[in-house]
Nanobody, 115 residues
Framework: QVQLVESGGGLVQAGGSLNLSCSASGNTGGYNAMGWYRQAPGDRRKFTTTIDTNGEIYYSDSVKGRFTISRDGVNSVHLQMKSLKAEDTAVYFC??????????WGKGTQVTVSS
């Protein structure tokens, strides 16, 4: 089992910045990836960005160039979000993806960008 605790998020004006963090505890050994998915109102949860234990990073096209993910040791990831847009408004979920198995989700943190 893996437990995830997210922090950050909140309300910001368009063009502003916010940072999110996620810490994992439990069975976090071995190869894995951590990252963020987001779910806007009325929409499905979508991939945003991940970073694995080898440092390989992936971004969705919608955030590439504006969001930066980083990993602090094995169990923490941080997401720096810049040039935020109204369409970035969503609940952001941290995910821990082990080498095998479906993965684990955090409870989510709200990001609201006012236009």
């Amino acid at each position: 089992q893996v437990q995830l605790v997210e922090s950050g998020g909140g309300l910001v004006q368009a063009g502003g910045s916010l940072n999110l963090s996620c810490s994992a505890s439990g069975n976090t050994g071995g190869y894995n990836a951590m990252g963020w998915y987001r779910q806007a109102p009325g929409d499905r949860r979508k991939f945003t960005t991940t970073i694995d234990t080898n440092g390989e990073i992936y971004y969705s096209d919608s955030v590439k160039g504006r969001f930066t993910i980083s990993r602090d040791g094995v169990n923490s990831v941080h997401l720096q979000m810049k040039s935020l847009k109204a369409e970035d408004t969503a609940v952001y979920f941290c995910k821990f993806i082990p080498e095998t198995g479906a993965g684990y989700w955090g409870k989510g943190t709200q990001v609201t960008v006012s236009s």
